[in-house]
């Protein structure tokens, strides 16, 4: 079968690249190696957890059996956990002493289905910093270059925040902030006025919290404070591929979707220099089968997409497929992760909230723009939020048995605060993606190797994470009750990102500054694999936004007959 286009993965990036370019008139086969779901039939979020099995907890001996990475992931449950793989069935492996947590999605729509939905902007001294102080390579994009493709997505998929002015957390297409509550209003009342460059927000959100028409269309509803958007949001009210992109896709009539569609490998034409098709194996016959296009985008997921890009190698390309510059697989970059405080916040105990927001508070990076730095570069924000802790959490405590247990379960606990710094991770080409060299997958695909862990920088932020976060609760007078003393496993932090990164020159980079493969003209890299650093925001809304903006760029080089 043959197609104007095949994007290779259906979540948060290749979901609007198949949108863009169906809306641009091409007929767009999109492959996606997991299940099929329906939102009206696999979403669960309108049972309580009294209605799953175990109180919605995975039985242990299923977890280290079936799900021992993927449990370590905050959304994994038993309401959740068809939308993982399991990692008894899809292997990969690692190098002794650098664990490394991949998260992944298995099914149509990704990990858009189940993510955090956290939407921030790089800024201009984001793309600059590479080129600043050395690391990595330069970005071929400013800030200038993306904006207008901001503008689209945030426009598109809806975002709630306020706009604050910051040039390290640029604004944008808002719709109205989710309110802070009364404890988080005096939480940034006294941090803003005890540091005079930090500032306290409500987390930039992609829910819809006053949905608009062309939501509506759409079939999307605004949010109902449930916050349970992890099992996916029945009334389309969070953004995923499932409730936004793909039905915007399905709209146009140009959209195929094939599901249970291992990508085995990309196929190459070297006397044209140009892709020609995909090999897939069918995830349940195991049968091959080739789709054949004039314009392919990889958005198979950072690891996903390298390990298919290394897995295309020929005797044209031995290093694998777009591979001429070695960087293919390296620069595996997660933001530092796991570096939480929890504090108590006194008094106010006539004071509630309604409802639950999808968002928190989040604090914007401030060392190295406002305050200086001691022993690190580049810096790191902050998500978090206050709350009021549940009666469950009040009354059931250890030793508290029969009548007291009834007394406190209708008490309501202390307001109980949380920071969570995300730092920027240093692109490092040691950090990399191989193919294993024996071991392969039920398909006969070698399976990934990944080698990665943290840096001299990385490492240098951490007690600076962790004592910032405990000045700012402090100063607005909580007891702090606890700090993790180490960061999470690379990986947790489910922001991968950097091994086909962008570039101005082909003898360092992967894709150039439209995602184009600079050896392989109808070859576009558009997912986490492309960026070239970090920054220290959640990358989600820049990878739907150098999509959009690599599927307008291809779409015109076809008409002007280029490729």
């Known amino acids: 079968m043959s197609f104007d286009a095949i994007v290779i993965g ?38 309580m957890p009294w209605e799953f099995p175990n109180n919605m907890q995975v039985p242990q001996d299923e977890l280290a059996r079936d799900y021992p990475v993927q449990s370590e992931c905050y959304a994994f449950s038993e309401a959740t956990k068809k939308f993982w793989p399991k990692d008894s069935e899809q292997p990969y492996s690692t190098t002794d002493g650098k664990p490394f947590s991949w998260i992944r999605g298995d099914n149509l729509g990704g990990r858009s289905v189940m993510w955090g939905r956290q939407s ?11 080129a600043k102080d050395g690391n990595g390579c330069d970005w071929p994009i400013r800030y200038n270059d993306l904006a207008p493709w901001y503008d689209h997505i945030e426009r598109f998929i809806g975002v709630a925040g306020s706009k604050e002015g910051l040039p390290q957390l640029p604004d944008g297409e808002f719709l109205p902030a989710f309110e802070l509550n ?63 992109s793909l039905p915007a896709a399905q709209k146009t009539g140009n959209l195929t979707i094939v599901t249970d569609a291992i990508v085995h490998s990309i196929i190459h034409d070297a006397k044209t220099g140009r892709a020609t098709g995909v090999r897939v194996i069918d995830a349940q016959t195991k049968e091959g089968r080739t789709y054949e296009a004039k314009l392919f985008f990889l958005n198979a997921s950072t690891i996903g997409s390298a390990q298919i890009l290394l897995n295309s190698a020929t ?64 810096g790191y924000g902050y998500q978090g ?67 990665c862990a943290h840096g001299a920088n990385e490492k240098a932020m951490i007690k600076h994470v962790q004592s910032d976060a405990k000045a700012m609760l402090e100063a607005a007078g909580a007891n702090v009750v606890m700090q993790t003393s180490e960061p999470a496993k690379p990986g947790l932090g489910i922001h991968e990102m950097g091994t086909a990164r962008m570039g101005l020159d082909s003898t360092t980079s992967v894709v150039n500054g439209f995602n184009q493969s600079h050896e392989i003209a109808n070859l576009f890299i558009t997912d986490g694999a492309a960026m070239t650093s970090s920054g220290c925001q959640n990358p989600s809304l820049t990878y739907m936004a150098l999509s959009a903006r690599a599927a307008d760029h291809a779409v015109k080089l076809m008409k002007e007959g280029v490729i």
């Not at 641009?24 to 979020?45: C, N, Q, S, T, W």
């Not at 309501?412 to 071991?439: C, D, K, Q, Y």
């Open 385 to 451: 939020g206050i709350s009021r802790s549940s009666a469950r959490s009040t009354a059931m405590q250890p030793g508290v048995v029969g009548a007291e247990v009834k007394q406190r379960a209708g008490q309501i606990g202390p307001w109980t605060a949380f920071l969570a710094g995300f730092g920027e991770m240093l692109p490092n080409p040691n950090n990399r993606v191989t193919l294993h060299a024996s071991r392969t997958d039920k398909w006969g695909i070698p399976i990934p190797h990944i080698n």
């Open 10 to 47: 259906s979540g948060m990036s290749g979901g609007i690249a198949a949108k863009e370019l169906c809306e641009r008139g091409l007929k767009v086969l999109v492959l996606e190696r997991g299940k099929h779901i329906d939102p009206a039939k696999d979403y669960m979020d309108h049972q």
């Open 182 to 244: 009364d404890a988080e209003k005096k939480f940034k009342a006294a941090v803003e006025a005890e540091f005079a460059g930090r500032k306290v927000i409500s987390g930039r959100t992609a829910n819809l919290s006053v949905a608009q028409p062309h939501h509506e269309e759409l079939g999307r509803a605004s949010c109902q404070n449930r916050s349970i958007c992890e099992r996916g949001c029945s009334y389309g009210a969070m953004h995923s591929s499932l409730t936004s």
């Open 315 to 378: 005797d044209a390309n031995p290093r694998g497929l777009a591979n001429g510059s070695d960087q293919v697989g390296r620069n595996l970059m997660d933001h530092v992760y796991g570096l939480v405080t929890i504090a108590i916040f006194p008094g106010m105990e006539d004071r509630y909230y309604r409802g639950r927001r999808p968002t928190g508070i989040y604090v914007p990076r401030f060392r190295n723009i406002t305050e200086p730095a001691e022993g690190f570069i580049r």
């Open 120 to 130: 921030y902007r790089l800024s201009q001294m984001d793309l600059e910093a590479n």
